[in-house]
Nanobody, 121 residues
Framework: QVQLVESGGGLVEAGGSLRLSCEASGMILSMNDMAWYRQAPGKQRELVAVISNGGRTHYVNDVKGRFTISRDNAKNTVWLQMNSLEPEDTAVYFC???????????????WGKGTLVTVSS
């Protein structure tokens, strides 16, 4: 079994910063893309940022220049540094990873349970 566990959420004032972490554990042989998604109240889950195994990154327009995604392949960990936070960034943030599962001999997509980020105005 593979588990993704997020941490680092909380309450912050507008303009502040938070750093989210997500660590993958279990029978992991390798991982492809790792990503952060978010779901605001009453809205659909949306992609925030993704990073490939080689470090190539992609961000949605709303967070470009404010958020930075990074990863450590040796630690099976991905981070999301969030600066200049805005009330519109309030959401539950979910970690997502494509993991090669040895028992199944293929890549499977896993999700964490999420961590709440609340930005006050």
């Amino acid at each position: 079994q593979v588990q993704l566990v997020e941490s680092g959420g909380g309450l912050v004032e507008a303009g502040g910063s938070l750093r989210l972490s997500c660590e993958a554990s279990g029978m992991i042989l390798s991982m492809n893309d790792m990503a952060w998604y978010r779901q605001a109240p009453g809205k659909q889950r949306e992609l925030v940022a993704v990073i490939s195994n080689g470090g190539r990154t992609h961000y949605v327009n709303d967070v470009k220049g404010r958020f930075t995604i990074s990863r450590d392949n040796a630690k099976n960990t991905v981070w999301l540094q969030m600066n200049s936070l805005e009330p519109e960034d309030t959401a539950v943030y979910f970690c997502n990873a494509e993991v090669f599962v040895l028992d199944m001999a293929k890549y499977m997509t896993y999700w964490g349970k999420g961590t709440l980020v609340t930005v006050s105005s």
